[in-house]
T-cell receptor, first 115, second 115 residues
Framework: AQSVTQLDSHVSVSEGTPVLLRCNYSSSYSPSLFWYVQHPNKGLQLLLKYTSAATLVKGINGFEAEFKKSETSFHLTKPSAHMSDAAEYFCVVSDWTGGYQKVTFGIGTKLQVIP | DAGVIQSPRHEVTEMGQEVTLRCKPISGHDYLFWYRQTMMRGLELLIYFNNNVPIDDSGMPEDRFSAKMPNASFSTLKIQPSEPRDSAVYFC?????????????FGSGTQLSVL
């Protein structure tokens, strides 16, 4: 069965401190994993994706995520938060099940950055 | 609330046939979005509505695609005629709130396979 769990609905960090947004998944097959960001009043933007290549994936705006199969995790990190990072982040899992592509969105994590 | 409800979950059709995807947003949400997810292109915004009015349909691939929202509780995305390259997972999402208070909720998606 496929599922994705974003462990925190809200995360608050101070500007300049590290960001960690947690995502755990379950998939019966080799999954692809994505992180999307949505800024207020804007559309979803792809931050990064894992598709069975390097397990450490670097994305835009200094974000990266590490695919850990043993932990079924794909946490999103950034060394130093900027005010412009305040947004909602969605973890997404995708795989092929029974000949069909199945995609599941997490519920989202709102990141607040405190000056 | 049952969340955003999409139907059908899976649709398999032959090239040239008309396909209609349905979405029931969360009650009280004033924005509704249609997205398409493919492995090659990731997530694409097709169209979105505000208070049942289409605001931006620039993401609709071509004239074969059309979307309607006759009332606040129902929207359809129609493809006529369908083509194999339309095969994807189609998501409907609804949104509440504005700015930093906004929250996006996704449906479970419709897996479309055009043979």
């Amino acid at each position: 069965a496929q599922s994705v769990t974003q462990l925190d609905s809200h995360v608050s960090v101070s500007e300049g401190t590290p960001v960690l947004l947690r995502c755990n998944y379950s998939s019966s097959y080799s999954p692809s994993l994505f992180w999307y960001v949505q800024h207020p009043n804007k559309g979803l933007q792809l931050l990064l994706k894992y598709t069975s290549a390097a397990t450490l994936v670097k994305g835009i705006n200094g974000f990266e995520a590490e695919f850990k199969k043993s932990e079924t995790s794909f946490h999103l990190t950034k060394p130093s938060a900027h005010m412009s990072d305040a947004a909602e982040y969605f973890c997404v899992v995708s795989d092929w099940t029974g000949g069909y592509q199945k995609v599941t969105f997490g519920i989202g994590t709102k990141l607040q950055v405190i000056p | 609330d049952a969340g955003v409800i999409q139907s059908p979950r899976h649709e398999v059709t032959e090239m040239g046939q008309e396909v209609t995807l349905r979405c029931k947003p969360i009650s009280g949400h004033d924005y509704l979005f249609w997205y398409r997810q493919t492995m090659m292109r990731g997530l694409e915004l097709l169209i979105y509505f505000n208070n049942n009015v289409p605001i931006d349909d620039s993401g609709m691939p071509e004239d074969r695609f059309s979307a309607k929202m006759p009332n606040a509780s129902f929207s359809t995305l129609k493809i006529q005629p369908s083509e194999p390259r339309d095969s994807a997972v189609y998501f409907c999402a609804s949104r509440m709130g504005q700015g930093t208070n906004e929250k996006l909720f996704f449906g479970s998606g419709t897996q479309l396979s055009v043979l």
